[in-house]
């Protein structure tokens, strides 16, 4: 590589670069405060990321390429799923500001590990190459690592890092063995030299599908998929709130970012990553075993999550079923499942970001994570159970909720696919049904029930009060106004770099 092009590459690495400069900034700002002040790094962490940002959405994604090698993309496909990582990032920072459980510590260090984790997840999108893969994953589960065991007196804290260490090592190895088999049988680590060598058809369909478990074991295990999710709910309870709902949100998107770019491209047998089919897995039955892991996230995360009592493990459980309605997208494999899946990924960050938003406050002000001590909120707090309902709603996908309309681009992009998955469909809109119970509960315990007139009415600070008015009301207003974020899904599918 001479220098004109490493320059040019660093020209379309510069959203890295200055989240790179924004986390050093950041490290040596802290340095210089005591634990009394420390919370001014978050406010810096949390204008860097503006800045990178704005950076992501200037860029110009026209042109899909690979820089460094081929090792990373710039595409519109990466762009979008940055800009969903990059605005999570932002309001989790928001809400940290706020939660009770950060308050009294030096939370330098904490706003740290957020920015190394977002620029993780920005490596992991961009990811085309089997050692940039890997090494983005690592990175972002090890940020994931350490914010979740981040309350390091609490037991349940130490409990949550510690499983989600050994059920991340006992997954990144296999996937590790799984690209080493892949390596040894195309003898490339590019996933495009990998697709040429797959389209040949040298190598024997019964080790391509050992390769494909292995792999969707990796993978299926950053986005929590059945059977790949028993660390979710004890690690989502042990973490601090703000690092529960990120960890739900924005690895999740990260972790299906890759999940398309990688099977898109190395399965594809013209090199079309928007194709109908994975025609290099022709003679197997793929598409069975992406059906069959979205039917057993989906029931088996709407099934356990009517048991739970607890918000945040209600949450958690309901996040393994929506990552099976995400699946559903996978199986599709064609331009309209990859935008239904982007769509789906930016509403699932607005709805469950709020959820677990209006639960930090509710825990800082009654000190409560019980679905049944929510009793009567919405007379105690009517703005808070006003918007939780709004969340609760989307997040069964009611109409006229943003929620609906997500899951409504998933089971269209089935249906038009083809009659032989109208059943997934099917499948689909019963598990809604099984989660109406559970989100609904949340809806009774805040409105109906022995009626008793709140003493006073709780009002949440206005900067919380802003932040859920921000998440709700794209979740009502967007498909009155055209809803952009569908376009934009759109355009990111047509720039994938192939």
Sequence with gaps: MDLNQIVA??????????????VLLVVLYDLFQDAEHSIRSGYLAMGGLVLTLLAVLMQDTSAPTGIFSNMLA???????????????????????????????????????????????????????????????LE????????????????????????????????????????????YGLTGSTS?????????????????????????????????AAVPFHFWTPDVYEGAPVPITAFLS???????????????????????????????????????AVISLLAILSMTVGNVIAIQ???????????????????LLGVVVADQTGIAAILYYAGVYMLMNLGAFFVAIHVKNAF???????????????????????????????????????????????????????????????INGVISLYYYMRVVKAMYFGKME???RIHQAPLNVTVLLVILALPLLLGWMIGDPLSGYAQSAVHFFVN
Excluded: C
């Design 191 to 223: 996933i495009f030299e990998i697709q040429a060598a797959l389209a040949a058809g040298n190598v024997q369909p019964a080790l391509l599908l050992m390769v494909l478990v292995m792999v969707l074991v990796g993978f299926g295990y950053k986005i």
């Design 308 to 326: 739970q009592s607890n918000i945040k493990r209600m949450l958690a459980y309901s996040s393994i079923a929506h990552a099976g309605y995400m």
């Design 367 to 429: 000190d409560t994570e019980e679905i049944e001590e929510y009793k009567m909120l919405g007379y105690k707090a009517p703005v808070l159970g006003v918007i939780m309902t709004i969340f609760m709603f989307s997040l069964t996908g009611l109409p006229p909720t943003g929620g609906f309309i997500a899951k409504f681009y998933i089971f269209r992009s089935l249906i038009e696919y083809g009659d032989m998955y109208f059943w997934l469909a099917i499948i689909g809109l």
């Design 9 to 22: 590459d660093l020209g379309l690495f510069l959203p890295e670069i200055i989240l790179t400069g924004v």
């Design 74 to 136: 710039v595409d519109g496909f990466s762009n979008f799923l940055k800009v969903i990582v990059s605005i999570g990032a932002i309001l989790v920072m928001w809400m940290s500001f706020n939660s009770n459980e950060l308050k009294g510590r030096r939370v330098g260090e904490y706003y740290v590990l957020i920015l190394v984790l977002t620029l993780g997840m920005y490596f992991l999108v961009s990811a085309t190459h089997l050692l940039s893969i890997y090494i983005s």
């Design 139 to 182: 990175m972002v589960s090890l940020m994931s690592f350490l914010l979740s065991g981040y309350l390091k007196e609490q037991m349940r804290s130490n409990e949550a890092a510690i499983k989600y260490v050994v059920f991340g090592a006992f997954s990144s190895g296999i996937l590790l063995y799984g690209f080493s088999l892949l």
């Design 453 to 455: 007139l709140p003493e």
């Design 249 to 287: 949100v924005a690895p999740k998107a990260a972790g299906f970012a890759i999940i398309i770019r990688f099977f898109n491209v190395v399965f594809s047998g013209d090199g079309n990553p928007n194709m109908e089919a994975w025609s290099a897995l022709e003679n197997l039955n793929w598409q």
